[in-house]
């Protein structure tokens, strides 16, 4: 076993490796960029490198660098954590060749599945049942038409060289084969420089099943049962579970069977991942298979109660796996949550900021998270916006899923809008609870899953007044205590005032709408009258700072975070920002009227969809931008005109920037 392990990645992935090194008393060595000096791998790691600038290019994303570091730390071994290098066969080659260990597969069997043809071709050979469909090497037009006919509508092209659904297209009919090809083909090309096509029959309401494999080098494979991740939305994952629902012994046996053979006809060693589509009918066909260990990990772990880490770890220096196949069982059910720095009202844009308040339910043998931040840190548009993984397990699947919408109303995050309650509205769906579900699961319940923007109910509302007043009250009274004339009727803090009735007036503003709070002191507490109802309510602030409230009666704990003039109020499991009006500060910094149009968050320009002088209805695509690996549309926040655009696609724009200028209807240009 090594002694030292250098972690060439960041972030959660990274803790959660250092946590198991750790643990096994080998010794760790984090690598950082400009952005992650006081990341908390960096401060888990036995020793800590500085490899370059934020941007992965330019530091996670360079070999030499990552192995300068390797040799000068001793580190026997890299763990190239999931993304980044954790698939770059030529990495894996290069560490063989500094006499360091790549703790992942082989290169070769990187490379083979690296091509969608290639990789079918392999398995189709190992017997590993594949989407009926063509992937050959003839790319006529009229031949692969032909093939589409035979195949029977509705056909999938996807692209070779593709990945993560980029360059799929759905062929309804045989007459619209061929405009689709062109434009499947064309896509292809400019997204991998590849424009050829494989085709297969599109399945309508497919789950995306995928079995974790591991292998060692001395001829041992075996698998560790399914995950069910079909809780995507735009090909990314939002919820995993283990086992998968609905899934009887003889099924999982069978495709246990194929994805161990998919690992040995590629002379697979390490963890794997091998993806299949499962059918309404029971069919199940493979995917792609993935050469790393996968986010959704520990869902597996959960279930199996093994430490896939250590496996790795053990296969890696040679060792033979730690059990056999029947020694392996499932024991309950799992589920991870991944929560994300980013807006669900917004097409999931990515959110930035810094985590001002971060408050996480307590781990147990039924919660776990896997995290890489810390209360105060910041999400950057650098990586990916993942904050944490939430895992939740329990004997069965209602017991998991209980627990799974219990930890996600106890999960607090203020500084960065997050998809909690976006999650919460998943788990808390019935379609979801019993189990039935497709790919196309999110996009089939959007309504229910995507609520309107409620206004603020009176409840938060009160609990936001009633904060503010205790703060000040609190407040007041130090100064009193502090001040040589404790008695003085400046230090009141009934809400006395000078010529005035012994109240005061807060204006709290939610989203569009100001919404006036008058608070009139009493003995026992303050009277509240709101926009539509009156309210005695009294509390104080416990130790942790939350506050214990009696709302008329009801008692009611909400934590509230104050931060500038913000004021987030969280309390059974929703979020909801107010903001309190300072009368001082009224900049009321509106947007101008006519139409600029700017960046909601810095990011890459890349693809203009019109042109100076387009006419377009609300709604339109105007610019999609590239942040954070993922693609935003900017579209026409009303009917007008085009009037100019300010950047090529290629450019790299600061939020806030101005993108294109826009002439409403009824406006010259
Ligand atoms: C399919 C399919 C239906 N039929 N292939 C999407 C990404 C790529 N890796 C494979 N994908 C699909 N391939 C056939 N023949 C439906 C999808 C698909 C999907 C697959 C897994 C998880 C989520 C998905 C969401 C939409 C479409």
């Known amino acids: ?36 000096a006081d990341a908390l791998h960096v401060a888990l790691a036995d020793e800590a ?22 040799r000068q730390s001793g580190a026997q071994a890299i763990h190239p954590g999931y993304g980044f290098l954790s698939e770059n066969a030529d990495f894996a080659e ?11 597969p082989p290169a070769g069997a990187i490379r083979a599945m690296g091509s969608k043809s290639a990789a079918k071709r392999i398995m189709e050979e190992a017997g590993v049942p594949l989407v009926p469909g063509y992937h050959g090497e003839d790319q006529d037009p009229g031949m692969l038409q032909d093939s589409a006919d035979r195949i029977g509508y509705p056909v999938l092209i996807k692209a070779t060289a593709g990945g993560g659904g980029k360059g799929m297209r759905v062929v309804r009919d045989s007459a619209s084969f061929g405009a689709l090809l062109a434009a499947a083909r064309r896509e292809a090309l400019s997204g991998f420089g590849d424009e050829r096509v494989l085709l297969e029959k599109y399945l309508t309401r497919p789950r995306h099943m995928e079995i974790q494999v591991f292998a060692d080098f001395h001829g041992n494979a075996l698998h560790l049962f399914e995950r069910d991740c079909s809780i995507q939305r735009r090909h990314q994952k939002v919820l995993e579970e283990a086992p998968a629902p609905g899934m009887d012994g003889e099924l999982r046996s069978r495709m246990g069977a194929a994805a161990v053979a998919a690992a040995r006809a590629i002379g697979y060693v390490g963890a794997g991942t091998v993806e299949f589509l499962l059918d309404e009918d029971g069919s199940f066909y493979f995917m792609e298979m993935n050469t790393r260990l996968q986010v959704e990990h520990p869902v597996t772990e959960m279930i199996t109660g093994q430490d896939l880490v250590r496996w790795q770890l053990g296969v890696a220096s040679g060792e033979t796996l730690p059990c056999g196949q029947d020694q392996l069982a499932i024991d309950g059910h799992a589920i991870e949550a991944r929560i994300y ?17 971060l408050r996480t339910p307590p781990e147990s043998a039924h919660v776990r998270i896997d995290t890489g931040v810390r209360q105060g840190d910041s999400v950057s548009i650098n990586y990916d916006p993942m904050i944490a993984k939430l895992i939740v397990w329990d004997a069965t699947r ?6 799974l919408r219990a930890a996600l109303a106890e999960y607090q995050v203020v500084g960065v809008t997050t998809n909690v309650e976006f999650l919460a509205a998943v788990a808390a769906h019935p ?19 995507f ?21 000040r009250s609190a407040e007041a009274e130090s100064a009193a205590a502090a001040s040589s004339d404790r008695w003085s009727p400046w230090h009141q803090t009934t809400g006395w005032q000078l010529n005035c009735d012994n109240h005061h007036v807060l204006t709290l503003q939610d989203g569009e709408t100001a919404v006036c709070v008058t608070a009139h002191y009493r003995p026992e507490g303050y009277l509240l009258e709101l926009p539509d109802c009156r309210m005695l309510v009294s509390g104080r602030l416990d130790n942790d700072g939350d506050l214990l409230a009696d709302l008329g ?3 009611i704990t909400a934590s509230i975070v104050w931060h500038g003039n913000d004021l987030t109020v969280i309390s059974h499991g929703s979020s909801h920002r107010l903001t309190l009006h300072d009368p001082l500060a009224d900049a009321g910094e509106q947007e101008v009227a006519g139409g600029r149009l700017t960046a909601p968050m810095p990011g890459k320009i890349v693809a203009l969809l019109v042109t100076p002088g387009t006419a377009v209805e609300r709604g339109t695509p105007l610019v999609i931008m590239e942040a954070m690996k993922m693609e935003h549309t900017i579209s026409a926040p009303r009917d007008g005109v085009v009037a100019e655009i300010h950047f090529a696609v290629g450019a790299v724009v600061n939020e806030g920037t101005e993108l294109l200028s826009f002439a409403a209807d009824g406006e010259t240009v």
């Open 451 to 471: 609520p309107e923007t409620e206004p603020a109910p009176a409840r938060t509302v009160a609990l936001a007044a009633l904060y503010v007043l205790l703060r």
């Open 49 to 70: 490198y500085h490899i370059g600038p934020a941007p992965a290019r330019e530091s996670y994303l360079r070999p030499e660098l990552i192995l300068d570091v390797a």
């Open 553 to 555: 009666g009801m008692r």
């Open 94 to 104: 290069a560490c063989d060749g500094a006499g360091l260990v790549f703790i992942g």
């Open 431 to 449: 379609a979801f609870a019993a189990g039935d579900f497709d790919t196309g699961f999110i996009e089939r319940h959007s309504t229910a899953l």
């Open 1 to 36: 076993m090594f002694d030292k392990i250098l972690i060439a990645n960041r972030g959660e992935i990274a803790c959660r490796i250092i946590r198991t090194a750790r643990q096994m008393g080998i010794r760790t060595v984090a690598v950082y960029s400009d952005a992650d």
């Open 341 to 357: 720095a980013e807006d669900p009202a917004r097409d999931f844009l990515p959110s930035t900021g810094t985590l001002t308040h």
């Open 398 to 403: 209602d017991g998991a899923l209980r627990r």
